[in-house]
């Protein structure tokens, strides 16, 4: 049980004080029945709250599904660049949104906007071996040594161990298109482990979380919310 004014300021851009203005004009019922103080206590999961007489869906956190464009930064904030919070429309919008992980401000695709803290460190966290699946374009083609060798993982020349990955080449060619599957977000880490391969990254696009692929309809800047089915794809190893 929670009080109404805190899970209400909690959904959106509505302030606590917002909300006991809306309550004192009698705007608000929860189960039927006019509220008559913002500080009452409800249950999310039981309690029908109405406002205007239209049925509001309250959900104690949210996760956004986000086809990052080049020259957004992953932050919450910033005072130079547009952020992918900056990109969730209105109607998704909510305090504490944070992006889980971060993707270069030249890479493109799938972010996870959330407010869970507690879900972006379980689908982040390397120990839980959940893959983020990246398409990169490469400068030169990989020969079976260097795939042998990523996929094993390596120790970077700054003594930097990068875990084990998966790599497929799906196209080959002067600038051949990889698949690389990693279950760690350190810094620049896809770059820099073709780096250590001889090799140079042109473009990169995070296509897949877990088992949960980036939705083909999102354009690139465009945010969708993420079902709870699509939840536990992500959660899969």
């Known amino acids: 049980m929670e009080r109404l004014d805190k899970i209400l300021a909690s959904q ?11 309550v004192k ?26 406002l205007d007489g239209e049925l509001l869906s309250l959900k104690k956190h949210i996760y956004i599904m986000l086809n990052k464009p080049q020259g957004v ?17 209105d109607e998704l919008f909510r305090k504490g949104l944070f992006p889980a992980g971060r993707l270069d401000k030249d890479t493109t695709g799938f972010v996870l906007i959330t407010d869970d803290g507690d879900f972006a460190h379980e689908i982040l966290s390397p120990k ?26 390596i120790t970077l020349a700054d003594g930097t161990t990068l875990k ?7 196209k080959d060619g002067e600038h051949p298109k990889v ?22 990254v042109i473009a990169l696009h995070r296509s897949k979380m877990g088992n949960l692929e ?11 919310e993420i079902t709870p089915n699509e939840l536990d794809l992500m959660k899969k190893r």
């Open 12 to 22: 959106g851009t509505l302030s606590r004080r917002d909300v006991k203005e809306i």
């Open 25 to 50: 004009q009698g705007r608000i019922a929860v189960n039927g029945i006019t509220a008559k103080k913002s500080d009452v206590k409800i249950d999310m999961g039981k309690d029908a709250v109405t």
């Open 73 to 89: 930064v992953s932050a919450s904030e910033s005072d130079t660049d547009k952020t992918v919070v900056d990109l969730v429309p």
């Open 128 to 153: 839980n071996h959940i893959f983020k699946t990246y398409l990169a374009t490469l400068e030169h083609p990989l020969t079976q040594s260097d795939i042998e060798m990523l996929e094993r993982g």
């Open 164 to 170: 084990e990955a998966k790599v497929e080449v799906i």
């Open 179 to 200: 698949q690389i599957m990693i279950c760690e977000g350190k810094y620049h880490q896809v770059k820099r482990m073709f780096a250590a391969a001889g090799n140079k």
């Open 214 to 224: 980036l939705d083909s309809a999102l354009k690139p800047g465009e945010c969708r």
